[in-house]
């Protein structure tokens, strides 16, 4: 499972009532538009098999749509299965989730994802801070590189899901109609 979450390997595993698969298919879904300074970031760190290794893309994918999955499971009314697919040649994820009949279920399921690899970026970036300041021999570059991955997955989030097409995106289509 880490050869998977790490480096985009094949494979499949099941965590309670949540499969995650590691699929190599390309699904055509990077929906990054224009030319400026994030778009240029984001292709790169989707479309880039040493970008997504470095700044740990498959594991923020990975726990971006276990938000969707665990935040399903928890206001699912009876056991239910969830599906992940990470999509490993262009580093994007999807999460089979079932409709819901209360708009506000269907909110708190789609924000889930973003908040949870948000959660995650800060953490990972606290911790690059922490290898800066032990100063011992690599630490700084390690730190660095969590830090600015860190910072590169939060932008992602805040620039990807407010479009129609993400997660803040199709809340504001649930809301406004």
Known sequence: MINSILFGAQGSYKIGNITINYDPVDNGE???????LFSKL?????????????SLGYLHITIHELG?????????KRTISSTITVFTKTCTGNCSVGSSNERWKEIAILIAGPLADVLFSIMQCMLGFMCISAGFFGSTCLGSILIASGVSWIAGELFYATRPYGDVGKIVHLVCG
Do not use: D, R
């Not at 990077?30 to 400026?36: C, E, F, M, S």
């Not at 984001?42 to 470095?54: E, S």
């Open 68 to 76: 969707h999955a665990i935040a399903e499971q928890m206001l699912a």
């Open 42 to 54: 984001g292709k790169a760190l989707l479309t880039n098999k040493v970008m997504a290794i470095v």
């Open 30 to 36: 990077i929906n990054i538009l224009g030319n400026n």
